[in-house]
């Protein structure tokens, strides 16, 4: 089992960067492939990344591609995920999840979830 717990996130503007961390306890975190989610209000939870466990992988939606980087430390039991050139569409709450599934990219897929980070981006 893995307990996931999410921090980094805030209020910012427009353009701005902002780095979520997602720092996991449990066993044997390395094992396990990672996503980000997020869900705006009155919105759906989707995806918006995904990395391999050796992160020799890396999957992003259409929506964040080129914008977003997802990337870990298994030494340190951590993912992240770089969000740069934020827009006021990536306001929702943030959510890292742990994954048996190879690049898993539904919910379905994934096992274990964090409580979620508030990102809020203002015009």
């Known amino acids: 089992q893995v307990q996931l717990v999410e921090s980094g996130g805030g209020l910012v503007q427009a353009g701005d960067s902002l780095r979520l961390s997602c720092a996991a306890s449990?066993?044997?975190?390395?094992?396990?492939?990672m996503g980000w989610f997020r869900q705006a209000p009155g919105k759906e939870r989707e995806i918006v990344g995904a990395?391999?466990?050796?992160?020799?992988?890396?999957y992003y939606a259409d929506s964040v591609k080129g914008r977003f980087t997802i990337s870990r430390d298994n030494a340190k039991n951590t993912v992240y995920l770089q969000m740069n050139s934020l827009k006021p569409e990536d306001t929702a709450i943030y959510y890292c999840?742990?994954?048996?599934?190879?690049?898993?990219?539904?919910?379905?897929?994934?096992?274990?979830w964090g409580q979620g980070t508030q990102v809020t981006v203002s015009s």
């Open positions: 999840a742990a994954s048996t599934v190879m690049m898993a990219t539904t919910e379905e897929g994934y096992n274990y």
């Open positions: 449990g066993r044997a975190f390395s094992m396990y492939n």
């Open positions: 990395i391999r466990w050796n992160a020799g992988d890396t």
